[in-house]
């Protein structure tokens, strides 16, 4: 009998997407289906010759161990990210309670609507988001009440349209949405427009949950561009033709600074730069959060060691501006938003006070080879060493239950039976391997020093968005 005080680990931060695309064609219109089928097929073969290397840290000379839990896997035959039972199998392994699902993973190609594909106008995207929203409900079916869905919010020229879809997905087991503007768009309006009213409105009324994941707000077509140039400098035309091929034929330092240029390139559609953090003082000064203050916004993949001192020039900027905000920033922070850094650092629970350790949330990133899994248990106790039970436990999954609109009674019961009991999970780091937790960090930048926040290329988008909304 499972000790009734288990710990609830609840991941806000899962990927899924279907094995092929043809997978989807089922599940768009019928009248379009003819014509989405050869699109589909084209973005297939694309696709995977673009295909991201899979950034496991082994050496390519050493060869995996069967048993051994530690290293990602490649993509097998059945794998979790398109197969229900697989990704239940192992949830349960890692003692995962419960699950929020992001569009897509490294080995998906989502229908059109992502900024993975090439540029579709947005009849086309509005097609696909539908698609995948379809395909993705009945993949959830399997999951017993365990997995939920993050929604597209498409391409929200017709705002009203939009509102109707997000209300089809609070139905089918959806409970947040992405924040519009997904895919850059110059013809949308801005997020201080009146446009998005019914938008916000919609997510209040039907207790959706506003999110943002890393990549928001990057033109499709730019993974493809990002990719080919990369390759176009570190292989010969022939080599770089076939990105799967390609991907075997990189040596360790292409596969290093290709690593590299993911995180770091103004070019790479992944690196963690300002467009999902202004989000933040955006919905602010848009007035979101004052006119629904039961909002809630989520921060996810962007990290979170920015957050202190964001706020504190946030708070300090709009002290000495007139402005229509009834609260400080840091305050609108503690009432309406949280952060879930994917593969949390070490420094980021050391930081948990001052972000919020009620504001705080795990993201285990699965199936990515970068995220926490398969070894969730150790990189917990590696990085919760010396934290207090309650604060680890609103941090490992109780935020996750305010944060969205889930069944907290439902996955408690399930912590019951497969979670960790507090003694097992937070007995610290001593029986963790020292050569894991080097893995963690090259895998995931785990014992990576707090960002300095670049105050004045902060203050330069504060200043911008001031004249904006002035």
Known sequence: MADSNNILIFSSDGHAGAKRMRD??????????????????????????????????????????????????????RFGGWDIDVRMQQLDSEGVAGELLVPGHQFSSLPLFSVV?????????????????????????????????????????????????????????????????????????????????????????????????????????????????????????????Q???????????????LQKEFAESPASPFRLDFGPRRLLWQLMLAGVFDRYPSLRFVLTEVRSDWVPATLELLDSRFKETVTALTMRPSEYWARNCYATPSSIHKVEVEERNAIGADRLMLGIDYPHPEGMWPDTWNWIRVA?????????????????????????????????RIGPAPRDLLSGRENVPADHVEHYHRRGGFLRAAERVDADAVLRLVDEDLRLVH
């Open 243 to 257: 990105m799967m091929a390609a991907q075997q034929g990189l040596d360790e330092e292409a596969r290093k600074a």
């Open 117 to 241: 594909n090439k540029p579709f106008e947005a009849t086309l995207r509005d097609a696909g988001m539908r698609a995948y929203h379809r395909w993705l409900a009945d993949f959830m079916t399997g999951g017993n009440g365990r997995i939920y869905g993050m929604a597209d919010p498409g391409p929200c020229h017709d705002i009203e349209a939009a509102v109707k879809e997000l209300t089809w997905a609070r139905e089918h087991g959806f409970v947040a949405v992405g924040v519009p503007g997904i895919i850059e768009d110059p013809s949308l309006p801005s997020l201080f427009s009146d446009h998005y009213e019914p938008f916000w409105r919609a997510c209040v009324d039907l207790d959706v949950t506003l999110m943002v994941h890393a990549g928001w707000g990057f033109p499709q077509g730019r993974y493809q561009e990002f990719i080919s140039a990369f390759l176009a400098t570190h292989l010969d035309s022939e080599e770089a033709s």
């Open 384 to 416: 919760f060493d010396g934290v207090p039970e309650n604060e680890a436990r609103m941090i490992l999954g109780e935020n996750a239950l305010r944060a969205f609109p889930v069944d907290g009674k439902h996955l408690r019961s399930v912590a019951d």
């Open 24 to 77: 989807y064609l089922p599940y768009f219109d019928p009248d379009i289906r003819d014509t989405i089928a050869d699109l589909l097929n084209t973005e297939e073969q694309e696709y995977r010759k673009m295909m991201a290397p899979d950034f496991t840290s082994r050496p390519d000379t050493e060869e995996p161990d069967p048993a051994e839990r530690l290293w990602s896997p490649a993509a097998p035959e």
